[in-house]
């Protein structure tokens, strides 16, 4: 029988702690609760983690997005759902570019929270099954990705990428020329629908010319189409789409 999946709260309203505490035990996670920034820290770098759910505003002297910013730069992916009465605009659009899932202002659907939470692990079950099954380590245009190690490399130098830059340079490499819209990039890599938050794709975007072109300004990896997306050329040289 496999082991129930982990999923850490880091929130400050009982309440609502409590309220999430007894809907995903009841659908068999194992359930920890942290009520401060600087504990749900020490937590989460504890390790073992199936899922992680963050307020924003935190006592103890660390908020949900400097803990979200930490949770990306560990080497397991953990799927994250960001809770938060800051509903504004700046504050969604900021915690996805820290690597956030998803995002649910509050008040919330307590049952919508856990059906997200359900279908990201869903999705971060399947997509590790696929890389495994995949086997073998691609290369293209100078650059190699392995997904069973989760690795990637640049003319033989390896790479420090976040799990969604790997995972957004691992879906490049196995579609390349093909153009893929900002908003397709959401579905196909984040696997959950985030209209409305496409600049997400350019900020990682940016982050992964940074680490793999050699000048990012004019890059010849993942180049921008106009007006359609971006798409990985097949040789480098091949220049910007205009």
């Given at each position: 029988?496999?082991p129930a999946?982990?999923?850490?709260i880091?929130?400050?309203d009982?309440p609502?702690?409590d309220?999430?505490?007894m809907?995903l035990?009841d659908e068999?996670?194992?359930?920890t609760?942290?009520?401060?920034g ?5 937590t989460?770098?504890?390790?073992g983690?199936?899922a992680l759910i ?5 006592p103890?002297?660390?908020d949900?997005?400097?803990i979200c910013?930490?949770?990306?730069a560990?080497p397991?992916?953990i799927?994250i759902i960001?809770?938060s009465a800051?509903?504004?605009?700046v504050?969604?659009i900021?915690g996805l570019?820290?690597?956030?899932d998803d995002?649910?202002?509050k ?7 856990v059906?997200?939470v359900?279908a990201l ?5 399947a997509?590790?099954?696929s890389q495994?099954g995949?086997?073998g ?10 997904p069973?190690t ?5 003319r033989?130098?390896?790479?420090d990428?976040?799990p ?7 879906f490049?490499?196995k579609h390349?020329?093909?153009?893929f819209?900002r ?9 959950y629908?985030?209209?409305g938050?496409e600049?997400?794709?350019n900020t ?8 793999i072109e050699a ?5 010849t ?5 106009w ?9 480098v040289g091949?220049?910007?789409?205009a």
């Open positions: 029988m496999e999946k982990k999923v850490l880091v929130e400050d009982m609502i702690a309220l999430l505490r809907h035990q068999g996670y194992q359930v609760h942290c009520a401060d600087a504990q749900g820290l020490a989460l770098r504890a390790g983690w199936d963050l307020d924003i505003m935190l103890g002297g660390v949900g997005l400097e910013r930490q949770a990306r560990m397991t992916y799927p960001i809770t800051r509903s504004s605009e504050h969604r900021l570019e820290l690597g956030a995002y649910l202002p008040p919330f659907s307590v049952l919508e929270l059906a997200r359900k692990l869903r999705r971060a079950a997509m590790s099954r495994a995949e086997g380590a691609l290369e293209l245009n100078g650059v190699r990705v392995d069973i989760r690795q990637a490399w640049v033989g130098v390896l790479l990428l976040t969604r830059e790997f995972d957004l340079l691992y490049f490499i390349p020329e093909k153009v819209s908003l397709d990039l959401l579905n196909q890599v984040w696997g629908q985030h209209d938050y600049h997400t794709v990682h975007i940016n982050r992964l010319r940074a680490k000048d990012p300004a004019e890059p990896r993942i180049l921008t189409v007006g359609k997306g971006y798409r990985y050329a097949s040789g091949a220049g910007a789409s």
